[in-house]
């Protein structure tokens, strides 16, 4: 079963999205900081792998971007998103290279869930 993480303390933020994933039977779990997502990686069993993290852009113990370093060193095959108010060439120049799917607003809305859901079939996450 394919497995995505929220990483917030607001649940209610992306209520949409969670419905949305759990449509398409992916699993969901929260991680309410950083080094918890990260310790959440390392203890993923061997062969297995996290699908999909979003994340704040401001967390309490990090911000994105360093997760997003070490989420992609820890775990290659991990897609993410970010929620955040980066205009698009400040967002592409902060997070290029590191294979973010995309900036998701602060509060994502049903049309940014069905966005989100489109780009996850353009990469075949999603049946």
């Known amino acids: 079963m394919k497995q995505a993480v929220f990483v917030s303390r607001d649940k209610a933020q992306f209520k949409g999205l969670e419905q949305m994933l759990g449509q398409h039977s992916i699993e969901i ?72 799917l995309m900036q998701l607003p602060v509060q994502p809305g049903q049309d940014d869930a069905r966005n989100l859901e489109n780009q996850l079939k353009k990469i075949r996450l999603l049946g």
């Open 29 to 100: 779990k929260w991680c309410a900081t950083g080094k918890e997502l990260l310790s959440l990686i390392a203890n993923t069993p061997k062969g297995q792998w996290i699908d999909l993290v979003i994340m704040e852009e401001t967390l309490t113990d990090m911000n994105a971007k360093v997760l997003v370093e070490a989420v992609t060193t820890q775990s290659p095959m991990t897609n993410c998103a970010i929620t955040g108010t980066m205009d698009k060439k400040q967002f592409h120049d902060v997070y290029e290279g590191y294979g973010v």
